[in-house]
């Protein structure tokens, strides 16, 4: 019974020194700024290259490939069924 306080105690020593370091907010404006600033610069990027990729998706195109695609693996799997009978 005596061993188990002592490992409990340790654990809950153990539990509060892993705390996460607090953000150093004494960094200059300006580099603060320029850090937002990149930051954007990259969600814009990401959000155009969704939309691009959405739109490129939707077009009648690639709503042509797919259906070929699947017609011809259907076409495949049924004409190895045919050859194994």
Known sequence: MEDVQPAQATAATAVASKKRPRL????EPRERKRGKSMFGLLVGT??????????RNASEAVRKS?????CTASDLVSGQETTLD
């Not at 150093?24 to 960094?27: G, M, R, Y």
């Open 46 to 55: 990401l959000n155009k290259a969704k939309t691009e990729d959405e739109a």
């Open 66 to 70: 797919i259906y070929i695609r699947n």
């Open 24 to 27: 150093d907010l004494t960094v």
